[in-house]
């Protein structure tokens, strides 16, 4: 049964094993991962791990334009299969982005866990959600159209062009 966690330094080797498996030089997206982060010690994995969950709590500062950002894993029986983020404030990259390690796709996953996002967007009072994809990421697209995406357009970025969706969130049923 998948779950989504924060981010923990118990799953050392089982994070690795899912970084391995996207293969060396591809950007893992939600997990919140810098250039210069060393993942592959348990130090700078640990420093790591208390930077994303430093940063996802509202009551500590954030970076001087950095924007608060709350990171999950998706995770099964403590294998790391993907992971989120939800930016708390508008950003030109949409405020969730997510990736699944490619052993984990095509199973649901994604869409699974954007739901799951939603929720925590709505905590958070957000109304609305941006979320961007590559305009080539089909399996993406769908996954946001399956929670409700409605696409704005298409833009060009430091990436290549991005397919913009958004996505309305409903007050909560009472």
Known sequence: MPELIA?????????????????PGVHEDGFGLRPSDDVDSPAGFAAWVARLVEH???????????IRCTYRWITDA??????????HEFSELG???YGLRPSARRRGLATWALGQMLDEARTLGLKQVLIVCASDNIASAKTIERNGGVFEDIR???????????INIPEPNP
């Open 95 to 97: 405020h969730i982005g």
């Open 7 to 23: 981010p923990t330094t118990r799953l050392h080797a089982a994070w690795l094993e899912a970084r391995d498996d996207w293969g």
């Open 78 to 87: 403590d294998r790391v299969l993907g992971g989120i983020a939800l930016r």
């Open 156 to 166: 060009d970025t430091e990436h290549g062009p991005a397919q913009r969706y958004w």
């Open 56 to 66: 996802s709590d509202p009551t500590n500062a954030t970076e001087t334009g950095r």
